[in-house]
C-alpha cells in the first residue's frame, strides 16, 4: 500500500468512526443503560471483595481490596466499552443489505470495524469517568500507586480495538453458520474465564494460567487491569507486545476470513 | 464506441441445501448433508452502449438481482466473461465502484439514524469527491429531486417516497457512468412512482449515464426505458427496442371498475370481461382494437361509476406472452 493511499484509505474509515460514534452519541439511552449496569457490576463485586478479604491480608501481594476493586473497574471499562459487532454483521449477512454495503469503493469489513471503533471510542470516554467514580466511591480512593491507572488508560483502548477484532471474526461466521450467538457465547465466556474479569489471574492455580497465558484474553482485560495494583512499566510494555501480536495474528485471520467468505456470498433475494 | 456493459456467456449457480421433512429428516441431516445446484443464470449474453437506458425484466427467481450483483462486482460469476466499463467486476470491485451507483429498492445505503445530509457528506469522503464540486453537486441534485425539505431529518422518519429520492441522490453524488436500479419504484404509491420515473428519466438523459433497470413493474421500463431484455430462468428470452416490445406485448390494459350498480355489462369490441365480482368488474382492452379512453366513457356513460383504474398487465403475463412466443417460434424453426 502506498503513503498516498494509506491516507486516503485513513480519512474515509475515520470519516465513518466519527459517524459512528455520533450515532451512538444520539443513542443517549444506550449509553447511560451501558454507564448503569458498569455502576451496578462495580458495586456488587466491591462488596464481594468486602466480604471475602474483610480486614484480612491482601489476596495479592501488593494489592488490597481498594487495588482489586480498581481492577475490576478498569476490567469491565474495557469489555463493556465494546459493542456488539458480530451482531451488526449477522444481520447483513441475514437480510442481504450487505449487497448494498460492496458497491461502495471500500471495504465491507474495513467499514464495520470502522463504525464499531467510533462507536467503542465514545463508550470509552464515557464509561471510563463513570468506572472511577464508582470505584473511587467504593474503594475509598485511588490504589496505592495511582500511576499505574494512566498506564491502563491507552492499554485499555488498544485491548477493546483486539475485543473489536475478535467481534468482527465472529460476525463472520455467519457466513458458515447464519447464527453467531453461540460462537459469541462461547468467546465471552472464555473471555470472562481465562482473562480475568472478575479476579486477577495471580489467583488461579499455576495450570490454568499458564493455559490463560497461552490465549489473547489475558492481554485484553488481565493485562490492563493489574496496571491498578501498582506503576509497572516493564508489566505494562509486556501487554502492550501481546496486544499489537495478537492484533496482528487476529488480523490476519480475518483477512482469511474475509476472503473465504465473500466466496460463499450469496445474497437474500437474489 | 466500446460497450459500457458486456456480458458473455454468463452463468452463475448455487449450492443449496435441502433438508428433509420432519423429525428423523432433521436427525438425518445432522449427520448427511444433501445439496443441490440451482442455476441462477444460464448461458447469458447482452451489450449495452454508453448511455443507453435499458429495462431487465422477467418473473420472480428470473435471474435479474443476480445478474445485476455480479456486474456490480458483489456476486462473482461461475463461468463466462462480464466486462463493466472495460474492468472485470469479480476482481476490480473498488476500482468500479468509483464508477457505478446502484439502488437497490428494497434496501437502503443511507444510514437510518442520520440525516440523509449526513451519509450525503460521508459518501463524499468515501468517493473522494472534491469539497466545492460535491456541494455544486449535491445542491443540483437536491434541488432537482426535491428533498431540501427531508435531507435533515434522520432517515428512518421519512416516508418511502421521500428515502427512494435520498437514495438515488445518494446514487448519483459521484457522478456514476451507469446507474444499476433493482426495483427502485418497489412499495411506492402511484403519485411517488410517477416522480421517480421521471426523475430518472431526467437525469439519464442530463448526465448521460447507462441506466440498467431491473423491475416487476411494466410502467418503469414504458417510462425510464428505451431497450427491454427480457430474462427468464437465467436465460436471454427477448431484446428488443421498447417500440417493438410494446407494438407485440403490450397490445392490452386492464380496467377495473367499481359501479353502484351489482354488476356492469361492457358489450364492445376488443374488450373482454375478467373474472370479477360484485360491484367490482374487470375488463381486458385490446389496444389494437378499441382505444381506453372510449372504454372508459361507455363504462361512465352506463353506471355510476364509484372507482376505476387502468393498470398495464402484469409482467408476469407479460413474460408468459412472450416465452409463450418464443416457444413457437422456436418450434417452427
Given at each position: 500500500m502506498t503513503a498516498d493511499r494509506f491516507v486516503r484509505s485513513t480519512r474515509k474509515y475515520g470519516a465513518i468512526a466519527l459517524v459512528s460514534a455520533r450515532r451512538a452519541l444520539a443513542e443517549r439511552s444506550v449509553l447511560a443503560g451501558r454507564a448503569l449496569f458498569l455502576g451496578v457490576i462495580v458495586f456488587i463485586f466491591s462488596r464481594v471483595w468486602e466480604t471475602v478479604l474483610g480486614q484480612g491480608p491482601q489476596a495479592i501481594p501488593g494489592a488490597g481490596k481498594r487495588e482489586l476493586i480498581w481492577y475490576l473497574a478498569v476490567t469491565e471499562w474495557c469489555l463493556l466499552s465494546v459493542p456488539h459487532l458480530f451482531l451488526a454483521i449477522e444481520a447483513d449477512?441475514?437480510?442481504?443489505?450487505?449487497?448494498?454495503?460492496?458497491?461502495?469503493?471500500?471495504?465491507?469489513?474495513?467499514?464495520?470495524?470502522?463504525?464499531?471503533?467510533?462507536?467503542?471510542?465514545?463508550?470509552?470516554?464515557?464509561?471510563?469517568?463513570?468506572?472511577?467514580?464508582?470505584?473511587?466511591?467504593?474503594?475509598?480512593?485511588?490504589?496505592?500507586?495511582?500511576?499505574?491507572?494512566?498506564?491502563?488508560?491507552?492499554?485499555?483502548?488498544?485491548?477493546?480495538?483486539?475485543?473489536?477484532?475478535?467481534?468482527?471474526?465472529?460476525?463472520?461466521?455467519?457466513?458458515?453458520?447464519?447464527?453467531?450467538?453461540?460462537?459469541?457465547?462461547?468467546?465471552?465466556?472464555?473471555?470472562?474465564?481465562?482473562?480475568?474479569?472478575?479476579?486477577?489471574?495471580?489467583?488461579?492455580?499455576?495450570?490454568?494460567?499458564?493455559?490463560?497465558?497461552?490465549?489473547?484474553?489475558?492481554?485484553?482485560?488481565?493485562?490492563?487491569?493489574?496496571?491498578?495494583?501498582?506503576?509497572?512499566?516493564?508489566?505494562?510494555?509486556?501487554?502492550?507486545?501481546?496486544?499489537?501480536?495478537?492484533?496482528?495474528?487476529?488480523?490476519?485471520?480475518?483477512?482469511w476470513l474475509s476472503r473465504s467468505a465473500r466466496a460463499r456470498l450469496t445474497v437474500s433475494g437474489g | 464506441m466500446a460497450p459500457a456493459i458486456e456480458l458473455e456467456n454468463l452463468r452463475k449457480t448455487f449450492r443449496v441445501t435441502e433438508r428433509a421433512h420432519g423429525l428423523a429428516g432433521s436427525l438425518r441431516a445432522l449427520f448427511v448433508r444433501r445439496t443441490r445446484e440451482v442455476v441462477a443464470v444460464d448461458d447469458l449474453s447482452f451489450a449495452i452502449a454508453p448511455g443507453e437506458r435499458v429495462a431487465f425484466v422477467g418473473p420472480n427467481g428470473a435471474g435479474k438481482s443476480t445478474t445485476l450483483k455480479i456486474l456490480s462486482g458483489i456476486l462473482q460469476p461461475t463461468a463466462g466473461r462480464v466486462r463493466v466499463l472495460g474492468l472485470e467486476p469479480g476482481r476490480e470491485r473498488t476500482r468500479l465502484a468509483y464508477r457505478i451507483g446502484a439502488v437497490f429498492g428494497q434496501r437502503s445505503q443511507l444510514w437510518s439514524h442520520l440525516p440523509a445530509a449526513d451519509t450525503f457528506d460521508l459518501l463524499a469522503r468515501i468517493y473522494e469527491l472534491e469539497p466545492a464540486e460535491y456541494r455544486r453537486r449535491r445542491d443540483d441534485l437536491v434541488a432537482s429531486f426535491e428533498i431540501a425539505q427531508v435531507v435533515e431529518k434522520p432517515v428512518r422518519q421519512l416516508s418511502l417516497g421521500e428515502r427512494m429520492r435520498c437514495e438515488l441522490v445518494a446514487s448519483l453524488l459521484h457522478r456514476p457512468e451507469i446507474l444499476f436500479l433493482d426495483e427502485p419504484t418497489i412499495g411506492l404509491d402511484v403519485v411517488a412512482k410517477a416522480t421517480i420515473r421521471d426523475l430518472l428519466r431526467e437525469r439519464g438523459r442530463l448526465d448521460g449515464c447507462t441506466i440498467l433497470l431491473t423491475s416487476h413493474d411494466t410502467g418503469d421500463m414504458e417510462s425510464v426505458c428505451e431497450r427491454v431484455l427480457v430474462i427468464h430462468h437465467g436465460r436471454l428470452l427477448l431484446d428488443r427496442s421498447l417500440a417493438t416490445l410494446r407494438r407485440g406485448f403490450i397490445a392490452k390494459k386492464r380496467v377495473s371498475v367499481v359501479t353502484e350498480e351489482v354488476e356492469l355489462r361492457v358489450d364492445l369490441p376488443g374488450v373482454r370481461r375478467l373474472p370479477s365480482a360484485s360491484h367490482r368488474t374487470e375488463l381486458e382492452v385490446d389496444l389494437d382494437v378499441i382505444g381506453v379512453d372510449r372504454v372508459v366513457a361507455a363504462i361512465v356513460a352506463g353506471a355510476r361509476v364509484l372507482d376505476l383504474s387502468v393498470e398495464d398487465p402484469p409482467m408476469e403475463e407479460i413474460v408468459s406472452a412472450i416465452y409463450a412466443g418464443a416457444a413457437r417460434s422456436v418450434s417452427r424453426a
Open positions: 449477512v441475514r437480510s442481504g443489505d450487505i449487497a448494498c454495503r460492496l458497491v461502495r469503493p471500500v471495504s465491507y469489513l474495513g467499514t464495520q470495524i470502522a463504525e464499531a471503533l467510533g462507536e467503542t471510542g465514545l463508550r470509552l470516554l464515557v464509561l471510563g469517568p463513570t468506572g472511577a467514580a464508582v470505584a473511587f466511591w467504593m474503594a475509598g480512593g485511588f490504589p496505592e500507586d495511582p500511576r499505574g491507572l494512566l498506564l491502563a488508560l491507552p492499554l485499555g483502548a488498544l485491548a477493546s480495538v483486539l475485543a473489536v477484532l475478535s467481534t468482527a471474526a465472529i460476525g463472520l461466521s455467519a457466513f458458515w453458520i447464519v447464527d453467531t450467538s453461540p460462537v459469541y457465547w462461547i468467546w465471552q465466556k472464555l473471555v470472562f474465564v481465562l482473562g480475568g474479569l472478575l479476579l486477577p489471574l495471580e489467583l488461579y492455580p499455576d495450570w490454568l494460567r499458564t493455559l490463560a497465558r497461552c490465549s489473547p484474553f489475558p492481554a485484553m482485560l488481565w493485562g490492563p487491569g493489574r496496571m491498578a495494583f501498582g506503576f509497572a512499566p516493564e508489566a505494562a510494555l509486556v501487554t502492550l507486545l501481546e496486544l499489537l501480536a495478537w492484533g496482528v495474528g487476529i488480523g490476519v485471520g480475518l483477512a | -
